[in-house]
C-alpha cells in the first residue's frame, strides 16, 4: 500500500524566532496601493505605473477584496487582432479583467501555509471572515525573517 507523504512542519527554532511577528510585519491596507470595483481600466494603469507595483489588489468601498490586477491582464484585454486597442482602456472596468482566482489568508498564524503558498506568489492578501482587506505579507518580509534566522547566534556557541 502507498504511503502518504508526511510534510514536515516548520522547524520549532524557525517558529520561535517568528513569534507572532507575521501579523507585525504585514503591510497594513492603508498602506498598501489598490484600485477599486468600477475603475476603468486607464485609472488602474495610471495606479500601477505610478506605484510601480507590478500586481495590485481590487477592492470595494467597503474594503472588501474582490481581485487582483496587473499591466499584463490590461495589456492582454486590450489586445486586438492587428492592433492594441486603446480606446477599450475607457470602457472596460477592472472586474472585467481582474484576477479572481488566488489564494488568501485569514489566519496569519499559520506559517507553514504562507511559506508554502509564498513559493508561487510574490504577496498574500490577509483578511477577515467577511473578506475584509487587512493588508499583505509579502516575499520580502519572509526573506528579511529567514534571513534574520540565517545569521542568529546558535544557542551554546560561544
Ligand atoms: O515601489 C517599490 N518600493 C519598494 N520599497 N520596493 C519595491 C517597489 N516596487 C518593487 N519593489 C521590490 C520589492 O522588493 O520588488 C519586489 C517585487 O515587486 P512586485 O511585487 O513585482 O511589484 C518587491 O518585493 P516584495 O516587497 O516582496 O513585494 C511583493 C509583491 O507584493 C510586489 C507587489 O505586487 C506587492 N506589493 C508589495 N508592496 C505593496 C504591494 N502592492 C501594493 N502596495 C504595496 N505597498
Same mark, same amino acid.
Given at each position: 500500500?502507498?504511503?502518504?507523504? =508526511?510534510?514536515?512542519? @516548520? ?5 520561535? +524566532? ?5 501579523? =507585525?510585519?504585514?503591510?497594513?491596507? =492603508?498602506?498598501?496601493?489598490? #484600485?477599486? @470595483? $468600477? ?8 495606479? +500601477?505605473?505610478?506605484?510601480? %507595483?507590478?500586481? @495590485?489588489? /481590487? ?7 474582490? $481581485? ?11 489586445? $486586438?487582432?492587428? &492592433?492594441?486597442? %486603446? ?42 471572515? /467577511?473578506?475584509?482587506?487587512?493588508? @499583505?505579507?509579502? &516575499? &520580502? ?12 547566534? #546558535? =544557542?551554546?556557541?560561544?
Amino acid at each position: 500500500m502507498k504511503r502518504k507523504r =508526511e510534510i514536515p512542519m @516548520i522547524s520549532e527554532q524557525f517558529n520561535d +524566532l517568528l513569534g507572532n511577528s507575521l501579523e =507585525e510585519s504585514m503591510i497594513t491596507a =492603508e498602506k498598501v496601493a489598490h #484600485v477599486q @470595483i $468600477g475603475n476603468n481600466l486607464e485609472h488602474a494603469l495610471l495606479v +500601477l505605473t505610478k506605484c510601480g %507595483y507590478s500586481v @495590485i489588489p /481590487v477592492l470595494d468601498f467597503e474594503y472588501k477584496l474582490h $481581485g487582483l490586477i496587473s499591466a499584463a491582464m490590461i495589456t492582454d484585454a486590450i489586445l $486586438g487582432l492587428e &492592433r492594441i486597442e %486603446y480606446e477599450k482602456l475607457g470602457e472596460l472596468k477592472v472586474e472585467e479583467v481582474m484576477q479572481t482566482d488566488f489564494p488568501i489568508i485569514e489566519d496569519t498564524s499559520n506559517k507553514e501555509k504562507i511559506f508554502r503558498l509564498l513559493v508561487d506568489q510574490p504577496f498574500l492578501c490577509v483578511v477577515d471572515q /467577511v473578506r475584509e482587506f487587512k493588508g @499583505i505579507i509579502t &516575499r &520580502r518580509i519572509i526573506l528579511k525573517q529567514v534571513n534574520r534566522f540565517i545569521h542568529s547566534p #546558535v =544557542e551554546g556557541s560561544k
